[in-house]
């Protein structure tokens, strides 16, 4: 039988209230002056570093910032978590929640579209976490990744590298409307030039100093995949490689089976990588420990 005192003590601990972990938590005025209403979430671990690096995290469609968090596939709060960076979980306001990647407003800098929004959380979380603006990445998987392909094309100059699984180059699902399917692009049948790829890049930010700095790029793409075919792997390395001013069809480097059995790494100089799971559909599952280490993490 419990103690008069021991009983006591066992019902003011099942009653008191206790302190909560870090938690997602959405910022609602992120200072946001673009026409999309893309809304902002964040994730500041318990043990974030002073000045921390940030990463922003881009969910596919059918998703939505909470869901892509809670997706246990996900390893970015996990990553989070271990090195003390912030996360920021930008959420789709678009029908189907895919990103909008086929507007010109969106593919446009300060275009006032989806990724001029999040370029906004990018400059409200430098500013309101103490991140480091040297130390800002961008990560997504499927439609997340055609965003960030899209943010490396917008606003280079607030992003050090990107690590996309399973995307598209930057201007391939143009279109007349907001967040459009395009059937040519996702089959792979839009086919151009490095030359082309690149200019069309170049020109989502025309004013942009052509010895500016941008981010470097690694692409992820799976050979089974039914979703977003193949092809547009090349089609993303020959943008960024053009971009670089690299040649596509040279890799300067190539390693099989890295970072795991079944999959070939090939660089392309110091600032283009890609990464093609042969046997993998879509996507290819997010891999922690090498997007951090190209984003030297």
Sequence with gaps: MLSTTLLAGLMAAATAPFA?????TQVPNYNNDATSQAQMWV????????????????????SSAQAYFQNA??????????????TVWPSSPNSGTCWDVSSTASLTRDGGGDSTAIGNMIAFALTEYGADPARVYVTGGSSGAMMANVLAATYPDRIAAVSAYSGVAAGCFRGAGVAQWNNSCSGGQSVASAEAWGAEARAMYPDYAADGPRPRMQIW????????????????????????GVDADAPTAETQNYPQAGYVTSDYGENVQGI??????????????????????
Excluded: M, R
């Design 276 to 297: 093609f799971a042969q046997s993998v559909g879509h996507s290819v599952p997010s891999n922690l420990t090498a997007s951090e280490l190209w984003f030297g993490l």
């Design 73 to 86: 596939a996900i390893p970015w709060k996990q990553g989070s978590d271990g090195k003390g960076y912030v």
């Design 20 to 24: 909560l972990g870090a938690q997602l």
């Design 43 to 62: 994730y500041v671990p318990d043990n974030v570093v002073e000045n921390p690096p940030l990463v922003v995290v881009l969910h596919s469609c059918q």
């Design 221 to 244: 793409h799976g050979g089974a995949d039914t979703t977003i075919a193949p092809q547009n792997y090349q089609e993303e390395i020959k943008q960024w490689t053009d971009v670089f």
